[in-house]
């Protein structure tokens, strides 16, 4: 075989296996990608999901306040419609942007806002205090609060990983071909990174 032949297929072979080892590298790339992506969606449903937990468990909660303290219906009426608000907004785990997270937070923080009012006024009625369904209700609701906080913590560790690798050189390359986008931080106002004590209000 001729030299210059030999250098060709020498060529040849060195360009196959370079392409070779970029498609390969192409497709963990985008793989890790699409896992990444997945396990925000995932986590943000998990949000979601606590949220929920919350808001089902209002209806109860407001019912027994009521029974004890019919004066407040001004207090107990906020409540329901910053309940009502919050389980209305909803936003696709699939376009998680900013001003979506933003009108989802919103309305929670107006129902947080409504419950603290409510857990205030209690406090006016001992006999409502220690009724035994309304201590089970502060106690699943102060569960509930703590697990949305933890679910909050892990969706935004979920998006600071997916962020972390689609900005990475390679990543990045691919991430402006396959339309993945920086996703947006769930971001709690200040002072309110940590589930309020609600046990407070049982002392």
Not at 180 to 189: L, R
Request: aromatic share 10%.
């Amino acid at each position: 075989m001729k030299p210059k032949a030999l250098i060709g297929i020498i060529i040849v072979g060195l360009i196959l296996i370079i392409g070779l080892v970029l498609l390969f590298s192409g497709i963990s790339t985008y793989n890790k990608m699409v896992r990444l992506d997945e396990g925000v969606t995932e986590k943000w449903s998990q949000v979601e999901n606590d949220y929920q937990r919350r808001a089902d468990l209002i209806p109860n909660l407001v019912k027994t306040v009521r029974s004890y303290a019919e004066y407040e219906q001004e207090t107990l009426t906020e409540v329901v419609e910053a309940r009502a608000k919050a389980t209305s907004v909803t936003v696709d785990p699939t376009n998680l942007n900013a001003q979506s997270i933003q009108q989802f937070q919103q309305a929670q923080e107006g129902l947080t806002s409504a419950l603290s009012k409510l857990l205030v006024v209690v406090e006016k009625y001992p006999d409502l205090k220690a009724n035994q369904n309304y201590m089970d209700l502060q106690r699943q609701l102060e569960g509930t609060e703590n697990r949305i906080s933890n679910a909050r913590r892990k969706f935004n560790e979920a998006t600071r990983d997916y962020n972390t690798y689609i900005r990475r050189f390679f990543p990045r390359m691919l991430a402006s071909w396959f339309g993945f986008e920086q996703k947006t931080y769930f971001e709690a106002k200040e002072g309110a990174e940590e589930a309020p004590d609600v046990g407070d209000y049982l002392d």
